[in-house]
Every structure is written in C-alpha cells, then in structure tokens.
C-alpha cells in the first residue's frame, strides 16, 4: 500500500522545496517508484524537480468540456476521457513521475476534476510506494478531499510569530474538518540560527505533533532557488536535506 506524505503551510514558506528534498531522500534511500503530486495551481514543483509538465488536471478539464459541449466526444463516456487526459499529464523521470493540478482555465470549479483526479490517484499510486503531496497555501487542496488519508501531514512555516501562530491554526483546520492522518511533522523553515524557537515545545505539545525539525538558512538551497535549478542535484551533506531525511526514514 502507498504511503503519502502530504506537505502544507502559509504561502512562501518554502513548501515546494521541502516537497522536492523529500522526493530526493526517498530516491536516495532506494524507495523508489516516487510520485509527486504538484496540487498547487502555480505548478512549480516540476521546476524544483528538473522536469517540465507539458499538461495540467486543469488543462485536460477545459479541453474535455470544450470536446463534450461541442459534440465532439463520440466513442468513449467524458469520465473516460479526462481520466485518459489525465493519465496524458503524468511525467515520467528516472525513479519519479509527476502530476500536476494546474489550474482552471475558465469559469467554473474543480469540483468534477477533482473527484476523477482523486480517482486516478487511487488507481496510479497502487504502482508507487511513496507519494509526496505539494499542496498550495493553507489546506485547500486537502479539504477538497483528493485524498482520503494522510500517513503523513507536514506543517510548514517560517520562524516568525505569525508562522508559528499559523502552524496551530492549520493544526486546528486539520481537525475541524476531520482529516485523518497517521503521524504529523511540524517543520520550521529558513532558521537564522538553526535552532527551533523556543516557542515550539509548547506548539508541538499542543498539536499533539509527532516530531519538529527546524531547517536552517543555506546557501545551496538559495543557489539552487536563484538559479531556477532541480533540487534533485543538492549535496548529499547538505544541513536542510539530512535534516528532512527523519520524515523519509520514518515512512
């Protein structure tokens, strides 16, 4: 059975490179096949990852309502072509392939795609022991129901105040709208110091979370940013990627 690590938090906090180090440390630890899941609709986790999704959920959306208003879908029901076009989007790399959410092309929600995206990933991730989740700001993508059980939910924030006041926030999201996961990691990005603030013994305690892991400032995660490169390529000594290799092991 597949194991899925969902990543989340406040925008800008460093989601998507926590996504692409975990897919890295999965490869690395050899629990490959991996598949990502980039449900944010700005689309970037292909970027961090070092390959180009050429199609979108959303894309194959607009183009199966344009093809099913037009008369055009003959031969095979609209449920069979989106998950056809869907199935179309998923990248395929060396140890990893990814899908990516996209986002709507016109009026309208993802409420159809959605239910037929959560379909074609129950059905495609039986073939992968891990999936990693990049889902966009907040638990959007989460309480569209996509996926109906988390092994794993990571809370990503900055150091700052309202960080971590936003780290109990989505905490109290998460139950409210009964989400259901096995462990929860509460992760600290972008640390001056490196060291978790002293706040986070209290958090942790109050979310009931199963470890915290403070990642520091570095410069080879910022090259790497600046330079638009895969994060594929990081040292294998690097202090942001062996500190994310706890989340990896305990999957």
């Known amino acids: 059975m597949s194991k899925l690590i969902a990543i989340t938090g406040k925008g800008g906090v460093g989601k998507t490179t926590i996504s692409a180090l975990l897919v890295k440390n999965l490869l690395d630890a050899g629990k490959a096949p991996v598949l990502a899941i ?5 689309s ?10 050429t199609g979108t959920v959303g894309q194959a959306r607009e183009e199966v309502r344009g093809a099913a208003s037009s008369g055009a879908v003959t031969g095979i029901s609209k449920n069979e072509m989106l998950q056809m076009k869907i199935e179309q989007a998923l990248v395929e790399s060396d140890g990893f392939d990814l899908i990516a959410m996209g986002r709507p092309e016109g009026a309208g929600c993802y409420c159809y795609a959605n239910n037929v995206l959560k379909d074609v990933i129950a059905e495609i991730s039986s073939n992968y022991p891990y999936v990693i989740l990049d889902n966009e700001a907040g638990l959007e993508n989460l309480s569209r129901r996509i996926v109906q ?9 900055d150091g700052s105040n309202a960080g971590l006041n936003t780290l109990q926030r989505l ?14 990691a509460l992760v600290v990005n972008r640390l001056h110091s ?24 570095d410069p080879e995660v910022a090259e790497i ?3 638009g490169g895969s994060y594929l390529s990081i040292s294998s000594d690097n202090p942001v990627y062996m500190k994310l290799s706890v989340l990896a092991r305990g999957q």
Do not use: H, W
Not at 38 to 42: E, G, H, V
Not at 149 to 157: A, E, G, I, N, W
């Open 149 to 157: 059980k988390v092994d794993l939910l990571v809370l990503v924030s």
């Open 171 to 184: 905490y109290g999201l998460a139950n409210e709208m009964g989400m259901r996961y096995d462990k929860l």
């Open 44 to 53: 970037c986790l292909d970027a961090a990852l070092g390959v180009k999704a």
């Open 225 to 227: 940013a600046e330079s």
């Open 38 to 42: 980039d449900a944010d609709p700005n």
């Open 194 to 217: 490196g060291v978790l603030p002293a706040r986070m013994d209290e958090i942790k305690a109050a979310t009931k979370a199963d470890m915290a892991i403070g990642l520091p400032e």
